[in-house]
């Protein structure tokens, strides 16, 4: 008979995981999110339960002890209690990591909030568990109270990285996606902000890993931030006897179709030009063009150098070229 109430539970929960299996497969073909999220947390604990429940009403049927009996019966409860924590983890996890995706940027998604926040939730189901079997979490807490200040003071590097990676998480003016320049000269996309390191991803597909407490103490360039347009100066020098009314004219055309064309301008933005300097053979100026984001800008100088030479060479317009005289003397 307790064979029976075993493989009766456990063959139970495989059709109940199946069904639900199925069930989930569906709301993620419709996009059902909420229910996606929920199905997937009781991912392989329905047999579990089912199976628990097969051995509790297995033990009904043994030759046991009462007080075996009880102490097995409390020890599957425990395990359903633990299992019951698992579930919650995941469902607070799951809505937590669909919100911030729909937030698009407005709240942090990122694994060392996620890792709080399940610890958390870990630490207080064990408590309650504990509390359950009749163990007083008093001691506990003043032993770890106690103990924390031994803990904190060998782990004081870990510890620092901990806490500011939560100040960079709080503070909000570095946060994934965000491209930045560290004092150091490091820089690039921010791809994530662990308990200990910030991971930034750099144009050459490198990965930088930096401790939280280097980020939380250095001195950041953060070109996402408040906006992620930006104005991208370009330096050009036209000879000194060039028609600056015409240079200015053509350089501003070209400027503003390149903003309305390529991708990755602001069609909008009305570029500005300046002379700034003479230079021993040419007049230097710069132009103000406005791009989306920081990649943008490789594309639009592109475009913008190119049409702008053969511009300047269909109105007779020079660059300057430098030249460099050597004198040499001949001994008789």
Same mark, same amino acid.
């Given at each position: ?50 199976? %628990? ?10 030759? %046991? ?16 209690? #633990? ?12 809505? =937590? ?15 060392? #909030?996620?890792?709080?926040?399940? %610890? ?71 791809? $994530? ?9 750099? =144009? ?9 407490? +280097? ?25 000194? $006897? ?56 490789? %594309?639009? +100088? ?9 511009? #300047? ?20």
């Amino acid at each position: 008979m307790p064979i029976i109430f075993i493989l009766a539970g456990l063959i139970t929960g495989l059709i109940i995981e199946s069904i639900m299996s199925k069930a989930h497969h569906k709301a993620s073909l419709h996009n059902w999110e909420a229910l996606t999220i929920t199905l997937s947390s009781f991912r392989r604990l329905i047999v579990l339960w089912s199976l %628990l429940l097969g051995l509790y009403g297995s033990i009904l049927f043994l030759p %046991l002890k009462t007080t075996v009996a009880g102490t097995i019966s409390k020890l599957l409860l425990v395990i359903f209690m #633990f299992s019951v924590i698992v579930v919650i983890a995941r469902v607070v996890e799951g809505f =937590l990591t669909l919100y911030t995706t729909k937030m698009k940027g407005m709240f942090p998604s990122i694994s060392l #909030f996620m890792n709080l926040i399940k %610890l958390i939730i870990y630490i207080l189901g064990t408590l309650i568990i504990l509390q359950f079997l009749g163990i007083s979490v008093t001691p506990i807490l003043t032993a770890l109270g106690v103990g924390g200040l031994a803990v904190a003071l060998a782990l004081q590097d870990t510890l620092s990285n901990l806490f500011s990676g939560i100040q960079i998480i709080a503070s909000r003016q570095v946060k994934p996606g965000d491209y930045i320049k560290l004092n150091t000269g490091e820089e690039g996309y921010v791809t $994530d902000i662990t308990w200990r390191n910030t991971t930034i991803q750099s =144009l050459s597909e490198n990965m930088i890993i930096a401790p939280n407490s +280097k980020i939380a103490s250095s001195i950041i360039v953060n070109y996402c931030q408040p906006i992620k347009q930006m104005i991208v100066i370009i330096e050009i020098g036209v000879t000194l $006897d060039s028609n600056l009314t015409l240079v200015e004219k053509i350089t501003l055309d070209i400027a503003k179709e390149v903003m309305q064309n390529v991708p990755g301008g602001v069609p909008d933005y009305e570029p500005v030009l300046y002379y700034h300097s003479f230079a021993e053979s040419n007049i230097n100026l710069r132009i103000n063009v406005q791009i989306q984001e920081l990649d943008n800008q490789y %594309l639009i +100088k592109h475009e913008f150098i190119k049409k702008l030479n053969t511009c #300047f060479k269909d109105n007779n317009i020079s660059m300057p070229i430098s030249i460099k005289t050597v004198a040499t003397k001949t001994l008789d």
